[in-house]
């Protein structure tokens, strides 16, 4: 059997004091509580984990650290469960609360008992837990990606829902998309989100891996990280222009020649084999924009 309890010394002393003042009947933490807002004590034997819980690795040293903390000072966050069959409960969030209060040794662990399916066990579990435990840049990008899949979110919602920017799920899906290598050493902290942001950016698997063994040999830090890949792509488009170049007309090169010296910028032209195509010009600041609309301004003027 669970046994009630209300939700601390705080609002026991508030409906004390109101009973001294008023003369209506003395209001529970039953009457003036929501009843899924109530804390069971319930018996640790009762509980079963989650099966769909997004965290897979429970590092055993800070497990330790945190049952000698529950020993000392007992729990100060109730975990979440729900009621299932044969009088037990599944957890719903707080998984590692609940594995450290059995290594301390704990009979009964304060819970709140919520009612939820399947996929609202499975929403509350992930965004709870990525907002409030340790989880590693994988972990959390697993569980945004089952959020998005499985909970039929799309990335704005998942924003609104962890209280992030879209920007930053979008990071953390693309996480997703690194080979297994780069996935494990992330895992194992040996290569840090910002790290692994400059590396997604690059198409060619081997070359990922063989910065992440430079990241790892030479310590790289993140700067020097993003300027080896930005290197590393403006060499790319060099050698991706030096091919068009081969199998440009004459009349491509006086153009990009003309324009390079009216806008003292780079030029650069993206022609199909059809004929058809485009014109870029590089810039590398704000002041640049400003000198090319002013010649922009110029030419017509004259025409």
Sequence with gaps: MSKKMALGRGLGALIEEASTTNSAPTPTAESVLPKSELI???????????????????????????????????????????????????????????????????????????????????????????????????????????????????????GERVGKKRSTVTNYLRLLKLPAELQLAIRRRLLSMGHARALVNIEDQELQLDILRKIIEEDLSVRQVEQLVKKLAEGNEKEEKKDQDEDMPEPYFKLVEHLEKMFSSDINIKRTAKGNGKIIIGFKSDKEINSILSKFEQLEGLL
């Design 40 to 158: 069971n004590e319930i018996e640790i034997e009762k509980i079963v984990p989650n099966p769909l819980q997004p965290r897979t690795h429970f590092d055993e040293e800070a497990l330790a650290e945190l049952a000698a903390s529950i020993r000392e000072l007992g729990i100060i966050q109730p975990i979440t469960v729900r009621k299932v069959e044969n009088d037990q409960y599944q957890i719903i969030s707080g998984e590692r609360r609940f594995r450290a209060s059995k290594l301390a040794g704990l009979k009964t662990i304060p819970a709140y008992v919520r009612t939820a399916d399947d996929q609202g066990m499975l929403e509350m579990a992930l965004v709870e837990n990525i907002q409030r435990e340790d989880l590693d840049a994988i972990e959390v990008a697993i569980s945004y990606q089952r959020l998005v899949d499985e909970c039929s979110l799309t990335q704005e919602m998942l």
